[in-house]
C-alpha cells in the first residue's frame, strides 16, 4: 500500500504531538521552584514513556477493541499490537497518532502536584490511569461505547462532538489532577507562594504547545476545507484568550504577566479542541474568550477553596476544557452529522448532549482517579517527607540539580 498524502500528514501530525509533551516539560518546569524543576520535567517526561508502553503493550485494544459492557474495550484484542501488524498494517500510523494523546494527557495532571509527589508512585499512578481512566474514556467517546451514537447514553441524548480531546484529554486530566491534588493534600510551602524560576524556558514551552497544537488538533482532518478551519480556529481561540488574560491582569494591577499571557493562550487552546472541526472562527475567537476569562476566575476560586494545585492545570485544562466542550452546544454550525447548535436552529439537543458528556468525564474520571489514589496513598504513599519537600525534592528524589555554578 502506497503511503499517500493523509497518511504523511497524519504522521506529521504524530510528531507535533509528541513534541507537545517536551513541551509541557518546559512549560511546567520553569515555572515550579529551582529545587523542583527537575522533578517536573521528569514526571513529564517518563509520561512518555508510560503512556508509549501502555498503548503498545494492551492500551490500544483498550481504547479501541470490542466494547466491554460499552465502558471499554477488549485488551487481549491487540496485545502488543500484533494483530494490527499482521492483519491491519494500514492501521499503525493512526494507531502512533492515537498515543501521543494518552502520553500528554498523563503528563498534564504532573504540573498539579509540583514539589511533593513521590517518583516512584507517580509512575506507578500513571500506568494505572492510563488504563483504568484515560483508556476507557477514549473508548466511550471516540470508539463503540457509552457516549457513541449507538452507546447507551448517545443513543438517548444523542453523541456529543469531541474532536480533539476536550473531554477524553482536558477535562479528564483537569478533573483527575483536581481529585490528586486533594487526597495528596497541600504542600510544605503552601502559605509561602512561590515564584517561577526560569519564566523564559516556560515561555518556550508555550510557544512550543502552540506549534505542536496545529497537529493536535489537525491530525485527524478529513478535507483540505477541514484542515483549513481547523487551522485557523487553533489560531483565533488562543490568541483570544491570550488577550482576555491580558486585559483582566492590566486592569488588575497594572502589569500584565507573560506567564499570564501564556497561561491564557493554553485555555484558549484546550476550549477550542473539541469543537475546532464545527465551529466557525467568529465563534472559536468568542470560546477563547470566555475561556481565557474562566481560567483567571477559576485561578481566583483556587486561592479561596486552598487546594494546591501548584500549576493551575484545574483552571487551564479542566475549566477550559468544560467551557470549549459545552460551547459546541451553543456555536456548532449544522452538518451531516449535526443539525448544529443551539444559535444554528439546531436546538437544545446537542447542547444536552455536550452537557452530559462533560458530566459523564467528571464523574468517571473522578471516581476511578479517587480510587487509584487512595489506594496508593495506602500502599506506595504518595508524597516525599516534608522535610525533604523543604530541602528540595530534585536533590532528594534524583540526587540532581538543575543548574551548577561549580
Known amino acids: ?124 499512578f500513571s500506568a494505572a490511569w492510563v488504563t483504568l481512566v484515560y483508556c476507557p474514556l477514549a473508548f466511550m467517546v471516540w470508539g463503540d461505547g457509552l457516549l457513541s451514537a449507538s452507546g447507551a447514553i448517545g443513543s438517548v441524548f444523542g ?25 495528596m493534600g497541600r504542600r510544605a510551602r503552601y502559605s509561602t507562594p512561590h515564584k517561577p524560576h526560569n519564566i523564559p524556558i516556560t515561555v518556550v514551552g508555550a510557544a512550543l504547545l502552540w506549534f505542536g497544537w496545529f497537529g ?39 502589569r500584565p504577566s507573560s506567564i499570564g499571557g501564556v497561561s491564557g493562550a493554553i485555555a484558549g487552546l484546550v476550549a477550542i479542541t473539541p469543537a475546532c472541526a464545527n465551529v466557525d472562527p467568529y465563534a472559536a475567537i468568542i470560546i477563547g474568550v470566555v475561556a481565557g476569562a474562566g481560567a483567571v476566575l477559576a485561578v481566583d476560586l483556587k486561592r479561596r477553596l486552598r487546594y494546591d494545585d501548584a500549576l493551575d492545570v484545574v483552571a487551564v485544562h479542566l475549566v477550559a476544557g468544560i467551557i470549549g466542550t459545552v460551547m459546541i452546544g451553543l456555536f456548532a454550525f449544522p452538518s451531516e452529522e449535526t443539525p448544529g447548535g443551539l444559535f444554528y436552529g439546531g436546538g437544545f439537543g446537542l447542547l444536552t448532549a455536550q452537557i452530559v458528556a462533560t458530566l459523564v468525564a467528571i464523574v468517571y474520571a473522578g471516581a476511578v482517579t479517587l480510587v ?6 495506602k500502599t506506595m504513599g504518595l508524597r516525599i517527607d516534608p522535610r525533604d519537600e523543604l530541602n528540595g525534592i530534585d536533590a ?11
Do not use: C
Not at 494507531?95 to 508512585?121: E, H, N, Q
Open 1 to 124: 500500500m502506497e503511503l499517500d498524502a493523509v497518511n504523511v500528514w497524519m504522521m506529521v501530525a504524530a510528531g507535533l504531538v509528541l513534541l507537545m509533551t517536551p513541551g509541557v516539560a518546559f512549560f511546567y518546569g520553569g515555572m515550579t521552584r529551582i529545587t523542583s524543576s527537575i522533578n517536573m520535567m521528569m514526571m513529564v517526561f517518563s509520561a512518555m514513556a508510560v503512556g508509549g508502553l501502555v498503548w503498545v503493550l494492551y492500551g490500544y485494544g483498550l481504547s479501541s477493541g470490542e466494547s466491554v459492557a460499552g465502558i471499554f474495550g477488549d485488551p487481549l484484542s491487540q496485545i502488543g499490537l500484533t494483530d494490527a501488524v499482521t492483519k491491519q498494517p494500514e492501521t499503525l500510523i493512526s494507531i502512533g497518532y492515537g498515543a501521543t494523546f494518552a502520553m500528554i494527557a498523563i503528563a498534564l495532571i504532573a504540573g498539579a502536584v509540583a514539589d511533593r509527589a513521590k517518583f516512584s508512585t507517580w509512575l506507578v
Open 159 to 183: 453523541p456529543a462532538i469531541d474532536f480533539a480531546g476536550g473531554t477524553v484529554v482536558h477535562i479528564n486530566a483537569g478533573v483527575s489532577a483536581l481529585v490528586l491534588v486533594i487526597v
Open 216 to 254: 493536535f488538533n489537525g491530525g485527524a482532518a478529513s478535507t483540505v476545507e477541514q484542515a483549513g478551519l481547523i487551522w485557523v480556529n487553533t489560531l483565533a481561540a488562543p490568541a483570544a484568550g491570550m488577550i482576555t488574560w491580558i486585559v483582566v491582569e492590566k486592569f488588575r494591577s497594572q
Open 372 to 377: 487509584i489514589s487512595l489506594v496508593l496513598r
Open 396 to 406: 532528594f528524589e534524583h540526587a540532581e540539580q538543575a543548574y551548577s555554578f561549580r
